[in-house]
């Protein structure tokens, strides 16, 4: 069966330092990847997706990158962290094929806190 | 371009209530319907789906169907229970480049013994 880890769960973290969020898949080859993020009381924003490896979209201009170095692994990382980059952040896979039918599976998520 | 619409909450009812969460959509083409639960400090779980128009979706009490003439997935169950209690998300995957998700802003339920 696929399972999908997600770490940290939570993270305080000091505004102008680095950040390396971490999601990794098992059990399924090629996955489509995501990255979201839920501001407190507001819904989901799609931040990243990737079909492939090393292939990176971007939805929204911020202050946040993602990277895909290797088939079912997708890292989510900023430079220097901003007030307003605190969320919780969630990553999610679903199946590589073309198919609006396929389900996204989620992660636990991360609680990101900039102090 | 894809957008989801739900009530908005917070919604408050008792035990054994009977539950409604409306759900509407814009999308072009044929798409897929998703409804998803998420429990406190946790990431989403998927509730049921379904693919294509008059198709119902049902799980754990749950029901939802497609109705392509108003465009709407409107969630039902007919006696919540106090495990009930968490914010519920509407989303569509229509045909495209991607695939991704849109999803609404989510609706928090609270179920009172």
């Known amino acids: 069966s696929q399972t999908i880890h997600q770490w940290p769960a939570t993270l305080v973290q000091p505004v102008g330092s680095p950040l390396s969020l971490e999601c990794t898949v098992e059990g399924t080859s090629n996955p489509n990847l995501y990255w979201y993020r839920q501001a407190a009381g507001r819904g989901l924003q799609l931040l990243f997706y990737s079909v492939g490896i090393g292939q990176i979209s971007s939805e929204v201009p911020q202050n946040l990158s993602a990277s895909r170095p290797q088939d079912r692994q997708f890292i989510l990382s900023s430079k220097k962290l901003l007030l307003s980059d605190s969320g919780f952040y969630l990553c999610?896979?679903?199946?590589?094929?073309?198919?609006?039918?396929?389900?996204?599976?989620f992660g636990q998520g991360t609680r990101l806190t900039v102090v | 371009g894809n957008s989801v619409t739900q009530m908005e909450g917070p919604v408050t009812l008792s035990e054994e209530a009977f539950l409604t969460i409306n759900c509407t959509y814009t999308?072009?083409?044929?798409?897929?319907l998703f409804w998803y639960v998420q429990y406190p400090g946790e990431g989403l779980q998927l509730l049921l789906k379904a693919t294509k128009a008059d198709d119902k979706g049902s799980n754990k009490g749950f029901e939802a169907t497609y109705r392509k003439e108003t465009t709407s997935f409107h969630l039902e169950k007919g006696s919540v229970q106090v495990s009930d209690s968490a914010v519920y998300f509407c989303a569509l995957r229509a045909g495209g480049s991607n695939y991704k998700l849109t999803f609404g802003k989510g609706t928090l339920l609270t179920v009172n013994p």
């Open positions: 999308a072009t083409g044929y798409p897929s």
């Open positions: 999610a896979w679903s199946v590589g094929v073309s198919s609006t039918a396929t389900e996204a599976f």
